[in-house]
């Protein structure tokens, strides 16, 4: 499955090519460059609970590091933690030639917007769920404001949508009426120049908790093939994508978004190249 592009992306593509070609370029860091890597697993929540998020953040965690990444690890985040951990990461981000964060746990849409959703959310209403998590859009929006190096933001959120239907089960079991129904999963997010967005599932789809393993079947494949040496990003989600479609029967088939201008891969072969 190819990589998709939005017909609104595709529009503004044509409409700003003329802006692009005065654009700053976006380079390809070098070995010697910082890369810095937030990693957040939420799972304790009070309304559906998530078994695999904080083992799969603690992997990837790991996983990154061994690459020589500078990674904050948090995880079963409340509101604040959440909201200051993005806040911290996008105040260092320009100082950092790579930026990554990948986060696992709930995640929501509403009115097109998608949001990350602590573990102490309590949402009542969309307007709630809204006040109550994290904009993913925004974030994006500060990190594509740098002009140099690469973003990239892995979302696993779309296991559950415990908002779905109208009906929330409370933590002591009562049937509690939801006003104003969420849509399944994550809207499409546009990537800005110099970044790649990659969803566990494709929009509006629900991805899998890995209740049989110690991962997400999602995270299972990215740390499978996060470390090959000079595979470069996007045939890494590319084989990620046909890993996780191969086993859910392509229930669950990842997606991306990418505006990248640069080769990239999180590790470089022998002679120090990707691909």
């Known amino acids: 499955m190819a990589t998709l592009l939005s017909r609104r992306a595709l529009l503004r593509c044509t409409m700003g090519a003329a802006a692009l070609r005065f654009a700053p370029a976006f380079s390809a860091p070098g070995d010697n460059e910082s890369r810095i890597a937030l990693v957040i697993g939420n799972g304790a929540y009070r309304t559906a609970p998530l078994k695999n998020p904080p083992g799969d953040a603690a992997a990837v965690s790991s996983a990154l590091r061994a690459l020589g990444y500078d990674v904050t690890l948090r995880q079963n985040t409340r509101l604040p933690d959440l909201i200051e951990s993005l806040r911290e990461f996008s105040l260092r981000a320009r100082k950092a030639s790579v930026r990554l964060l990948f986060y696992a746990g709930h995640g929501v849409q509403v009115k097109g917007r998608n949001y990350l959703v602590p573990i102490d959310a309590d949402p009542q209403s969309e307007e709630e769920i809204q006040r109550q998590s994290a904009d993913v859009g925004e974030f994006v929006d500060r990190l594509s404001a740098i002009n140099s190096g690469?973003?990239?933001v892995v979302l696993d959120a779309c296991r559950v949508n415990p908002f779905a239907g109208g009906v929330i089960v409370g933590p002591d079991g009562r049937r509690l009426k939801f006003r104003g129904a969420t849509r399944a999963g994550l809207a499409t997010l546009d990537a800005p120049?110099?970044?790649?967005?990659?969803?566990s599932t494709a929009p509006n789809g629900v991805a899998l908790d890995g209740a049989?393993?110690?991962?997400?079947?999602?995270?299972?494949?990215?740390?499978a093939n996060?470390?090959?040496?000079?595979?470069?990003?996007?045939q890494l989600f590319k084989r990620v994508r046909i890993g996780v479609a191969e086993d859910t029967g392509?229930?669950?088939?990842?997606?991306?978004?990418?505006?990248?201008?640069?080769?990239f891969c999180f590790k470089t072969d022998d002679k120090g190249r990707c691909g």
């Open 193 to 199: 120049v110099g970044t790649l967005v990659a969803f």
């Open 150 to 152: 690469v973003n990239i």
């Open 250 to 263: 392509r229930v669950q088939v990842p997606w991306e978004s990418s505006s990248l201008t640069a080769e």
């Open 226 to 234: 996060l470390s090959t040496p000079g595979l470069q990003i996007e």
């Open 212 to 223: 049989s393993g110690e991962h997400s079947v999602y995270a299972r494949h990215l740390l």
